[in-house]
Each structure stands twice: as C-alpha cells, then as structure tokens.
C-alpha cells in the first residue's frame, strides 16, 4: 500500500480519467474511514482531503470529536437506527442512509436551527437485497418529499449500493436506475444535486454512468 499522499492522488488521477472517458463532470470523493483510527483520518486530510464517510454512529461522532480542529465534513453512510438520530443530527454533516419516513421528525427535531440544515440523502436499495438497506425505488419520492418539508433538513439526492455482480453489466444496469430515480427526483425538487454510488471496486464505472459523488475506501486507506 502507497502511503496516503499517493494514493488520494492516484484515486483522483483515476477519477479524473474516468470523467474526461465518460464526458461527465469530475465526482466528489468521500473518503470512507469506517474502522480507521482517526490518525489515518487527519493523515489524509493532511493530503487535502475534506470529506469523510462513516458507517456507525459512535464511532464517527468520537472522530468528529478528537478531529472538530480540523473543519472537515463527516457524512453518516451506514444503517441508522432510530434510537441514533439525535446523535446523527448532532454530529453530522450528512446523512446518505435515509431510508425510511419515521426518521425524518427525529433527525429535523434534533438538527435544530443552531446549526445549518442537515444534508439528507434519501438511500435507495435499486435491486432489492434483503440484506441492504434503503427504500424500494417507488418509494423515493414520498420519502424526499417528508424530508423537503422538514425545514432543518435540506435534500440533497440519492444514494445507492448496487449489488455485487461479477458482470460488470448488470452493475452498470442498477447504476442506471439509481440515476433513473435520481432524475425523476430532481425534476421535483431544483435542489436536488446529489447521486452518492459507486465504490473503490465500481467507481469508474458509476463515474460513467452520472455519479456526483463516489464512495471510496480500501483504495484510499488500505484493506480493513
């Protein structure tokens, strides 16, 4: 494994490559430190990195916390329960993994107005797994509009995890939907301007097919 500074180059080398082949603007990147120690954290934000991605609660609010010097921004990416909304609203900039309806009050309640809205976007499960979670993809819309009504929320779009397919074809097919859903949103909501998917192994190829945002991890920090 390169050090942090040549890999964060080399991920974005490779997302700009994959950009310029697809014709398509250049994607954020969120950095997913889930099980990394926070020495890991500031060392690639040290390279330039802002952005960070977390799968569980307490262990991206005590980051948020030994790191608060640093003016990052932590997005929450991983199932979140109800009993964590407060915490979720408190710490963190983001939230990708809005999947159902009932979370909506809790996480506008706790947000407040001391703080700017709360990013939110509404997490889609486009095939179907039993063992991811998110919304079916004809619920999405009923779901952003709970989220556009709640005003310590703002809605930001859509986030998907395609199922691991070997044929890189019927990943880039999932791909495709998520963008289906995305678009239908943002004819509804101008706001709209966020399609989280796409990760360390599918990037490239969620690149190009209209991400706006990736999710990397292993290629940034190394195998957990």
């Known amino acids: 494994m390169n050090g942090p500074r040549q890999a964060f180059e080399d991920v974005r080398n490779q997302l700009r490559n994959a950009a310029k082949a697809a014709g398509r603007p250049v994607p954020a990147l969120l950095a997913v430190s889930k099980t990394k120690p926070a020495a890991d954290v500031a060392a690639l934000a040290a390279c330039g990195q802002r952005a960070f991605g977390e799968n569980y609660v307490q262990e ?4 948020v916390r030994e790191l608060a010097g640093l003016g990052l921004e932590w997005h929450l990416i991983g199932h979140l329960q109800s009993n964590k909304c407060r915490e979720a609203a408190e710490n963190f900039d983001w939230v990708q993994s809005l999947d159902r309806e009932r979370l909506v009050e809790p996480l506008h309640r706790y947000r407040g107005d001391a703080r700017l809205p709360l990013n939110v976007l509404v997490q889609v499960n486009v095939d179907g797994e039993a063992s991811k979670s998110g919304c079916a993809p004809e619920q999405a819309a009923a779901l952003a509009r709970a989220v556009a009504s709640a005003s310590h929320l703002r809605l930001r779009g859509v986030m998907g995890i395609g199922a691991p397919f070997p044929d890189f074809d019927l990943r880039r097919a999932s791909f495709q939907r998520l963008r289906g859903v995305f678009s239908s949103l943002q004819a509804e909501f101008p706001g709209v301007d966020t399609l ?14 209209g991400a706006t945002m990736v999710r990397i991890g292993s290629r940034l920090f190394g195998p957990r």
Do not use: N, T, Y
Request: aromatic residues 6%; hydrophobic residues 40%; glycine residues 12%.
């Open 60 to 63: 991206g609010r005590d980051k």
């Open 196 to 209: 989280s998917m796409g990760m360390s192994e599918d990037f490239e190829l969620a690149v190009a097919e």
